[in-house]
């Protein structure tokens, strides 16, 4: 188990939380219960609207962008060859046989003396 420390103002108003629900359920549970589903209901009626109403309106513009992205997918794939052609290349480079001919560098390498078993001084940490 992860323990978890909260800071001591959170600790102290999640308490008054608890104890202010507590005393009104002990006092008067009619009124809490009734308060309990009437903000049941607000929030049922928030989100019912924020899916029908708000969300669609934000994601339209995501629609049309994914509709566009499918539309391009779309025309590559008509334009990509298809798999005979791509055979029939195949079957032409093999075909063509190349001379094997080694290429001559025009660099000219040179070996430079020194001292190569010179190890380097590090510091230790």
């Known amino acids: ?3 978890r420390s909260f ?4 600790l102290v108003i999640i308490g008054f939380a608890i104890f202010g629900i507590g005393m009104q359920l002990f ?3 009619t009124q809490f219960f009734t308060q309990i589903l009437v903000t049941v209901g607000i929030v049922a009626i928030l989100l019912l609207v924020m ?3 708000i969300i669609p309106r934000l994601m339209g513009n995501q629609a ?5 992205r499918s539309q391009q997918i779309k025309q590559t794939q008509s ?8 055979k029939k290349q ?5 075909s063509i046989s190349r001379p094997l001919v080694k290429r001559q560098s025009d660099v000219k390498l040179t070996v430079i003396e020194g001292k190569k078993n010179k190890k380097k001084s590090r510091a230790l940490f």
């Open 1 to 3: 188990m992860f323990r």
């Open 7 to 10: 800071h001591p103002i959170i």
């Open 27 to 29: 006092t008067n549970p």
């Open 51 to 53: 899916k029908k109403f």
């Open 64 to 68: 049309s962008f994914t509709q566009q």
């Open 79 to 86: 334009r990509k060859p298809t798999a005979s052609f791509k």
């Open 90 to 94: 195949k079957e032409k480079k093999k």
